[in-house]
């Protein structure tokens, strides 16, 4: 972070066309270099070093599609240069990503954090309220199709169904998020101590990542909750007011698309522990 802190950030505007074509690689030498971990195909192991493709794409998009709206800021309330075109940029990304990665959260977050971005950069609002109603419309179609046809990604289908009532399967599909809830519940307000949670040994699974929040809860109960859930809010608060007082468009552009990522992200990660939403993960098996 000193070091990237030092670059000046208009260096990455000159090579945000070689950013895109580097994401669409990576993203893509999944299918050939990935390996499998718990029923997905997402990462990149180098011997030293192993890593997910799609978290660098994160960045590199929200560099690409800064600099591109800047460079076409004056299009940018007509429809097809400023909403059509953006959009197909995306394509490429959102097919890699669920076609050969079945990687659709994070596609997801990155159609959530380039939609904020070409709003704040003057996209008009309608066009997302008719043009992209009826694309959302026709990819959930087209996943329910591919799903029922191929079998690719029924899991989603299962999902849902065990958000409505995870107690229906307790032992599979369920297991994740009634665990959580376990964990949450017995926090109480004040929790029950750093460090001395039960549910993160055997039964939540990914406490370390995924579900983390869980066993904050369970630990420092709902107090330590509220203050993280502050401190996050205080983050993407400071994160929108450098947005506002940037030099120029780029610089204000990548300051909400990283302030966004973020907040995307704990909204995803604290609704699927508190099972406010479905989970965005793969199920784990007990049984």
């Known amino acids: 972070m000193i070091v990237v802190s030092k670059i000046d950030y208009k260096v990455y505007a000159k090579f945000y066309k070689i950013a895109y074509i580097v994401t669409l690689i990576l993203l893509a030498s999944v299918r050939v270099l990935g390996r499998n971990a ?18 660098i794409a994160k960045i590199t998009l929200i560099i690409f599609f800064a600099a591109w709206l800047t460079k076409n800021k004056d299009r940018i309330k007509e429809m097809g240069k400023g909403f059509i075109v953006p959009f197909l940029y995306l394509v490429p990304v959102a097919l890699i990503l ?4 079945d990687h659709l959260s994070v596609t997801l977050v990155i159609i959530i954090i380039v939609s904020v971005m070409m709003l704040v950069a003057g996209s008009r609002l309608r066009y997302f309220l008719s043009f992209g109603t009826v694309a959302a419309i026709i990819g959930a179609v087209g996943l329910y199709v591919l799903a029922q046809s191929t079998g690719q990604g029924g899991f989603r289908l299962e999902r849902i169904t065990t958000f409505l009532n995870p107690w229906s399967d307790p032992t599979d599909s369920g297991w994740q998020i009634i665990q959580s809830l376990y964990a949450i519940g017995s926090g109480g307000l004040f929790g029950v101590g750093l460090g001395e949670s039960k549910q993160k040994f055997l ?85």
């Open 38 to 55: 718990k029923g997905a195909t997402r990462w990149i192991d180098l011997g030293f070093v192993s890593f997910q493709p799609s978290e």
């Open 98 to 101: 669920v076609l050969l990665q």
């Open 203 to 287: 039964y939540i699974p990914e406490p370390h990542n995924d579900f983390i929040f869980s066993v904050l809860a369970e630990e420092l109960g709902f107090i330590g909750c509220a203050f993280v859930i502050i401190l996050f809010a205080i983050f993407i608060w400071r994160g929108l007011v450098i947005a506002m007082r940037a030099p120029d468009m780029f610089a204000s552009l990548i300051a909400v698309g990283i302030t966004t990522l973020v907040a995307v992200q704990v909204i995803i990660n604290i609704a699927v522990v508190t099972s406010s939403m479905p989970n965005t993960r793969n199920a784990i098996t007990i049984l």
